[in-house]
Nanobody
């Protein structure tokens, strides 16, 4: 059974940066991995996904150009580099593993594509 553990969340001022990490234990195979987030009082939403090779990542429109997903298979770790952060990025960020093989499929299927969730790491963007 794969387990996912996120780290790197915290407080940052608007315009600042954070890098989230997701360490996976167990065999990932060639599955896609991604990040979702849930703001207070809102539903969990898709943020970004990446396939096994790291090519052709897929992003939600709201984060394109500001957030970058990457993957280090040797370390079984996925990262989310977050730049130019805005108050509306405030949320708990969750790492996710999907049985799909493409980032686009994970993004389009969103919550339905996830088979394993991490426990989440909070991100607060405020002045």
């Amino acid at each position: 059974q794969v387990q996912l553990v996120e780290s790197g969340g915290g407080w940052v001022q608007p315009g600042g940066s954070l890098r989230l990490s997701c360490a996976a234990s167990g065999t990932l195979g060639d599955k896609a991995m991604g990040w979702f987030r849930q703001a207070p009082g809102k539903e969990r939403e898709f943020v970004a996904a990446i396939n096994w090779s790291g090519s052709m990542p897929y992003y939600a429109d709201s984060v394109k150009g500001r957030l970058t997903i990457s993957r280090d298979n040797a370390k079984n770790t996925v990262y989310l580099q977050m730049n130019s952060l805005k108050p509306e990025d405030t949320a708990v960020y969750y790492c996710a593993l999907s049985p799909t093989r493409t980032a686009q499929a994970m993004g389009l299927l969103a919550l339905e594509s996830v088979e394993v969730w991490g426990q989440g790491t909070p991100v607060t963007v405020s002045s």
